[in-house]
Structures are given as C-alpha cells and as structure tokens.
C-alpha cells in the first residue's frame, strides 16, 4: 500500500511558477514510478508527466514540455512537480500517482492522492 499527500497548489499569476510536492508513505516508494495527471473543469484528467522509480527517466505530456519538471527525492519519499511559465490553461485539480511502469496510462497507476488546485489567473 502507497498513500499519496499533495500540496503546493494555489493561485499564480500567468507566467508564474509554482512547485507541487507529492508526499508517500510505505517503505516501497523507490518501487514505484511516479506520475502527475491533472483535471480542468468539464476535462477529462490527463497526464502530466512521469518519472522512472530511480529518477533516471522522465516523460512529458507535450502541452508542458520545456515548461514543467518532474523529480524525486527517494529519501523522503516525494516527488515533486515544478511548474514555470503557467498558462491559464493550466488551471486544474493536480494529482500524483503511483505505478509499477513510467507510463502516460491512468488505468496503471495504482494509488492515486486527493489532489491539490492550481489556479492560474490571467
């Protein structure tokens, strides 16, 4: 079992930067690859990005290539999400999630966190 905890979000001007963190608890967390997925109002949720369960691996949706950037410190057991130059289209519920493989699939992921809002204004 993995539990996921968001925080971060909030509200930005466009062009702003935020950084989201996703906290996980179990002693398997650098067993998992991780994601990002988002959910605007009236959207269905989409991917974000991933990351590989050692790091070494990224992948990207290519809305926010160049812009965001997916890392995690196995440590602590977090990964985080820095996002630069928001866009008001990137308003939405941003959620991490938990999968065996670094893939863009949500029906993969196995636990997901409650989300955390990012509103950006324009």
């Known amino acids: 079992q993995v539990q996921l905890v968001e925080s971060g979000g909030g509200l930005v001007q466009a062009g702003g930067s935020l950084r989201l963190s996703c906290a996980a608890s179990g002693r398997t967390f650098s067993s998992y690859a991780m994601g990002w997925f988002r959910q605007a109002p009236g959207k269905e949720r989409e991917f974000v990005a991933a990351i590989s369960w050692s790091g070494g691996s990224t992948y990207y949706a290519d809305s926010v290539k160049g812009r965001f950037t997916i890392s995690r410190d196995n440590a602590k057991n977090t990964v985080y999400l820095q996002m630069n130059s928001l866009k008001p289209e990137d308003t939405a519920v941003y959620y991490c999630?938990?999968?065996?493989?670094?893939?863009?699939?949500?029906?993969?992921?196995?636990?997901w966190g409650q989300g955390t809002q990012v509103t950006v204004s324009s």
């Open positions: 999630a938990a999968a065996f493989l670094m893939v863009a699939g949500e029906n993969e992921y196995d636990y």
